[in-house]
């Protein structure tokens, strides 16, 4: 099955059964393109799998310096970090793996306080 690419103006990329889409100025960053659209490519249909998760926490061969510049030049892909975003195309959009791993972060953050508090 082919796998049709829609450009947006928001986020950077986000896998969904019938397509991937991209954020547009993606178009002029080849070097970050090309890895982010094979990553997409390599996720499940289904709305959460380990699969996908060990993917999203697997170290990838984009470059943080360029996507950095790219999220500064670009600032409505930020919203790639948020677990729960809208658009009109999709209406609300829920991504497990974020939502986990944000709570795996704050978790250590929220663990990390308790045990500095009690040693203090």
């Given at each position: 099955?082919?796998?049709r690419i ?12 019938d ?6 100025h993606?178009k002029?960053?080849p070097q970050l ?13 289904k709305t959460?799998?380990g699969?996908?998760?060990r993917?999203?926490l ?6 943080n ?13 930020l919203?790639?970090f948020l677990?729960?975003?809208?658009t009109?195309?999709s209406?609300f959009?829920?991504?497990f ?8 972060t704050?978790g ?8 500095l508090?009690?040693?203090t």
């Amino acid at each position: 099955m082919t796998m049709r690419i829609e450009y947006v103006n928001h986020g950077v990329a986000n896998r969904f059964s019938d397509r991937i889409e991209i954020n547009k100025h993606l178009k002029n960053y080849p070097q970050l393109l090309r890895p982010i659209l094979r990553h997409e490519m390599q996720h499940t249909n289904k709305t959460f799998s380990g699969k996908d998760l060990r993917l999203d926490l697997a170290h990838n061969k984009i470059k943080n310096v360029d996507m950095l510049n790219f999220m500064i030049r670009h600032p409505k892909s930020l919203t790639h970090f948020l677990p729960l975003y809208w658009t009109r195309r999709s209406g609300f959009v829920l991504d497990f793996n974020l939502f986990f791993i944000w709570g795996m972060t704050f978790g250590i953050g929220w663990f990390v306080l308790f045990m500095l508090g009690m040693f203090t």
